[in-house]
């Protein structure tokens, strides 16, 4: 069972010159679990022999139809704007369903390949077509201090980022052809690296970024 991820280096041999790209087998499936001590987390990477494949830092764009209902737990619009490595601005979208193996819930993408890159160019023109085509800004959220750490002894690979607003965390992707290989996969790796059930969850990014910033009932209270 391999990881969704492929690291390959293009160049002159540092960090910032690996990049990522989607493995073969399609229909990515994945969790995403908080981290409630990163120097904890940290030294259990390194007691699974694992290293940094690749420090990151990228924008996501997020937009929805004017004026309709968009539920973010199952498709999602984005404008990814990369800080580091340089890569090109791109719009992409996914769509997703929830389910359920051997009492772990995860998400699986109903595309080969996960998220579809729709376009790529300047930041503006990426906006102007969105809203030409009849979507609104939601929200913005970054992915900083990331890194991608790959623990080859055990076959897979888990993004770390931290995200203003919500704090750690973390994702585990897994190809998803057979749904029932994959849940298992995520299971193990989960298990490798110590995450109790309590702070796992199959709701992308977007999804948990918006439960961690409404406004509660007492702030609207207040207003």
């Known amino acids: 069972m391999?990881?969704?991820?492929?690291?390959?280096n293009v160049g002159w041999g540092s960090p910032h010159h690996l990049v990522i790209r989607p493995m073969t087998q399609p229909y990515e499936c994945e969790v995403r679990f908080r981290i409630e001590d990163i120097d904890a987390f940290e030294a259990t990477l390194a007691g699974l022999g694992a290293r940094v494949a690749l420090p990151y830092d990228f924008t996501d764009h997020y937009y929805k139809p004017a004026g309709t209902p968009w539920d973010p737990v199952e498709k999602s619009l984005r404008i990814r704007e990369w800080v580091d490595p340089p890569r090109p601005t791109t719009i992409c979208f996914a769509r997703l369903e929830i389910m359920t193996i051997d009492g772990l819930k995860f998400k699986r993408s109903l595309y080969p390949e996960g998220k579809q890159s729709l376009f790529s160019g300047p930041i503006d023109l990426c906006r102007t077509l969105l809203d030409d085509?009849?979507?609104?800004?939601?929200?913005?959220?970054?992915?900083?201090?990331?890194?991608?750490w790959e623990i080859r002894d055990h076959h897979f690979n888990t993004a770390v980022e931290y995200i203003r607003g919500i704090g750690w965390t973390a994702e585990i992707e897994f190809e998803g052809k057979d749904p029932h290989v994959a849940g298992p996969a995520i299971q193990n790796a989960l298990n490798l690296l110590k995450i109790p059930p309590h702070l796992v969850t199959h709701k992308p990014i977007s999804a948990i970024y918006l439960e961690a910033t409404a406004p509660s009932s007492n702030d609207e209270n207040k207003g």
């Open 2 to 8: 391999r990881n969704a991820y492929c690291v390959e």
């Open 133 to 148: 085509l009849g979507f609104e800004f939601w929200f913005a959220l970054r992915k900083e201090k990331a890194r991608l």
